[in-house]
């Protein structure tokens, strides 16, 4: 059981707050939905989640450590982020092989696996990153969040460059991690797709939460 706790959580860059007193909590097996234009702080306040920046006050809590203190990063986690840091001269497995040499627990049976989950075929895998559309690039950016099975998904904007199959097969992808005990994070600009696949969906503007909803799978939702 993963839980995260986001206490009072802001953060200033050259005097400017991008994140305001930003508090919740989430759990295992639910996908919560970050929603916002551009520049209402989604993408930092993954980050900061990630552990990739510090909050310039308040704390983020994984299971009762606190993030940065006790916990240097969260310690099982998968992330798709803006612009994934690939190697254009390596193939996609090549890079996704790379990735999983760091941890060591996947085989390369599994890397297959997943490349093929998200809809990159044999040939797609073993071409050259740099050939790669947008659209293959966010599914390996995809395939190397999930690749590992980690207790915690972050995702920023999966369904971007995707055609219609493309979202079909994440929403697919993120509800089969859902099941298996993950605790999923994303953006999405497609409003119905981030109702149709979020059990919770906070929404962001200028730093602040405005909204905080439950969704209810039956029908209606639950303002916090």
Do not use: W
Not at 23 to 49: A, C, D, H, P, W
């Amino acid at each position: 059981m993963t839980k995260i706790e986001l206490k009072h959580i802001s953060k200033t860059i050259h005097k400017n707050e991008v994140l305001h007193d930003i508090s919740f909590m989430m759990e295992s097996g639910k996908i919560y939905g970050f929603q916002g234009v551009n520049g209402s702080g989604k993408t930092m306040l993954m980050r900061i989640i990630i552990g990739l920046i510090h909050p310039t006050n308040g704390s983020v809590e994984i299971n009762g450590k606190v993030l940065g203190r006790e916990l240097e990063f969260p310690e099982s986690i998968g992330f798709l982020l803006e612009n994934p840091a690939f190697l254009d001269r390596y193939s996609g497995y090549s890079n996704l092989k790379l990735l999983a040499e760091i941890q060591n627990n996947i085989s390369d049976a599994e890397i297959k696996e997943v490349l093929s989950l998200v809809g990159l075929n044999e040939e797609a895998s073993k071409k050259k990153y740099r050939k790669y559309s947008l659209g293959m690039k966010q599914r390996l950016g995809i395939a190397a969040a999930i690749m590992e099975n980690p207790d915690i998904i972050i995702l920023d904007e999966p369904t971007n460059a995707l055609d219609t199959a493309g979202v079909k097969l994440v929403k697919g992808i993120l509800q089969k991690q859902k099941e298996r005990g993950a605790l999923c994070i994303l953006s999405c600009h497609d409003l119905p797709v981030l109702e149709s696949l979020s059990d919770e969906i906070i929404k962001l503007e200028e730093g602040k939460i405005i909204e905080h909803i439950s969704l209810s799978k039956a029908g209606g939702g639950t303002e916090f």
